[in-house]
């Protein structure tokens, strides 16, 4: 597999890059799987979210992506109802954000190494913490 796009987070007035896909589990859970038109092996979720954390709540408020008939996929139609933000309710894990200088390009998911990880723990849409993990380079 390429090494896919990261997904935009603003957390604490910076744009992190994240290493991970929130939005995943939800897509996963419908009882109909959605069709987004390919666009690059370097995407193969075939979207890209931008997410914001709010007072220690995940939330999506974007997403770049089209239906397979080529027209922009649009956050309400994911969400109904929910406005602008939607909260994350339905994510519970690790969200990895590589920060610093590339280390070691692996061309394969999010597997490169980066000086450091900014780890954030959630469950259930909440970060309860976070750490910054530093990195030397792979053998």
């Known amino acids: ?3 896919q796009f990261s997904e935009d987070l603003m957390y604490e007035g910076q744009v992190l890059r994240m290493q991970a896909e929130p939005l995943a589990p939800y897509l996963d859970a419908l009882p109909e799987r959605l069709w987004f038109r390919d666009f690059t092996t370097a995407c193969s979720r ?6 914001e954390i709010i007072d220690d709540r995940l939330y999506l408020v974007g997403i770049k992506a089209n239906w397979e008939d ?3 996929v649009q956050l309400e139609q994911l969400f109904p109802g929910y406005g602008q933000r939607v909260f994350a309710h339905w994510f519970t894990g690790t969200i990895r954000c590589a920060q ?3 280390l070691k390009y692996v061309h394969g998911g999010f597997a490169s190494t980066y000086e450091r990880d900014l780890l954030l723990y959630f469950t259930d849409g ?7 993990r530093h990195n030397t380079v792979p053998q």
């Open 70 to 72: 080529g027209t922009p």
């Open 1 to 3: 597999m390429t090494a």
């Open 100 to 102: 610093g200088e590339l």
């Open 46 to 51: 075939r979207y890209i979210g931008r997410w």
């Open 126 to 132: 909440v970060m309860l913490k976070s750490e910054v």
